[in-house]
């Protein structure tokens, strides 16, 4: 029986048991079935029964090409590393001398647990923890990245540090809970560049489902108008439904030019970048106006031109966020459980656990336009289930 000791249980209410199945990495796109022991919650640390996992195009990286994931300082490829950071569950085990959580706690769960010792983690920005990545083998010195420098989601239990975790309603749904980081990534976005954005003019470029998200974010805040930008109709479709003003198909149309007419003729207060695509930086600084502010939110595959002149010129300030630092997790859920947009438009299938490699390549492949694809530990057949 999972008993280890100071570890507070209730094995009547949420019997552990003394493994787990857990998807495991191999070579680069190889994931197979194991068994791992259950992980052990240490001090400000609770260990989570895994009910579902959202799957992240990062996660589609990290196992076709390994960054941005690095394993004891190396590609995370035959390491029996864990991928998966997009998690919610049930408290299952407190560590010693927790008691800010329950067992049977339903949480959402952010990636990040920062050192909580460094300048960067005193200012809140524990996604940029100065000792990322320098705990390899050695989680004592206090950063996490679940998914990413420690083992992630794609399992039925891990350990998550008090930080980490944020509480969600039992109304809300196990799929519903899983899209509470990627809303608080987009609030994080929002929060850089200013935070109180009601009357302000905001572009958000890129309608996967952190703009998407950004647009809903962006719109509960105040801001008008709120433009979305993108290449795909029915992800356009969806930012309308989400409270996007106006939307622009790029692939029909000059993007800046259609933003600056629908702005009046001007430039607009902030851009969200969100699409990673090459243009994406020139674009967006020339939809801003003098003095505006540019958040770039995606990782692009490669090193781009910049027109930095302009930049210069126009006064334009650039953000780059990584996650969702600053607690911004716990004000996009305030949103989702005021009901203030609808998360869930942007789930479109679920799966089994046990059927996450068809869930990986739904996710890649977008086979029937999915767009946010949610594996679950229990309660669902191996086989797709499409959201309704």
Not at 51 to 77: K, M, N, R, W
Not at 243 to 249: E, K, P, R
Request: with cysteine; hydrophobic share 40%; charged share 20%.
């Amino acid at each position: 029986m999972y008993a280890p000791p100071g570890v507070k249980t209730n094995h009547n209410e949420f019997p552990i048991p003394d493994s787990m199945k857990a998807w495991v990495l191999g070579d680069p796109g190889q994931l197979s079935i194991a068994n791992k022991p259950i992980p052990v919650p240490k001090r400000a640390e609770v260990l989570v029964r895994i009910d579902a996992v959202a799957i992240c195009a990062t996660d589609l990286e990290i196992i076709y090409h390994g960054p941005p994931a690095s394993i004891q300082g190396g590609p995370p490829f035959n390491k029996g590393f864990t991928p998966g950071h997009e998690y919610m569950g049930t408290v299952a085990a407190l560590g010693p001398g927790v008691d800010e959580y329950k067992i049977g706690q339903r949480v959402s769960v952010e990636i990040h647990a920062g050192c909580g010792q460094c300048k960067r983690c005193r200012e809140g920005m524990y996604t940029s923890c100065h000792n990322y990545g320098l705990n390899y083998g050695d989680v004592d010195k206090g950063h996490r990245a679940n998914g990413f420098t420690t083992d992630g989601g794609f399992c039925e239990y891990q350990v998550n540090n008090i930080n980490t975790l944020v509480p969600i309603q039992d109304d809300m749904s196990d799929e519903e809970g899983t899209l509470v980081v990627t809303a608080g990534t987009a609030m994080y976005g929002l929060t850089e560049l200013g935070g109180l954005v009601a009357g302000e003019s905001v572009v958000v470029t890129g309608p996967g489902p952190i703009g998407l998200l950004g647009v809903a974010v962006a719109k509960a805040l105040g801001a008008q108008p709120v433009i979305l930008t993108g290449t795909r109709d029915n992800r356009l479709k969806i930012g309308l439904e989400l409270g996007a003003d106006h939307v622009v198909n790029a692939r029909q149309e000059n993007a800046v030019d259609a933003v600056r007419k629908l702005n009046g003729g001007k430039g607009v207060d902030y851009v969200v970048e969100c699409s990673g695509a090459a243009n994406a930086v020139n674009d967006a600084i020339r939809m801003v106006n003098r003095g505006g502010k540019v958040c770039l939110a995606a990782f692009p595959h490669q090193e781009t031109p910049v027109d930095v002149a302009h930049i210069v010129r126009n006064n334009i300030y650039l953000y780059g966020i990584r996650g969702e630092g600053k607690s911004a997790t716990h004000r996009a859920e305030a949103f989702m459980r005021q009901k203030r947009f609808d998360a869930t438009k942007i789930h479109t299938h679920t799966f089994a656990l046990d059927d996450l490699p068809t869930a990986l390549r739904y996710a890649k492949d977008r086979v029937d336009d999915a767009i946010k694809v949610v594996v679950k530990a229990r309660g669902v057949a191996a086989h797709k289930v499409a959201a309704e």
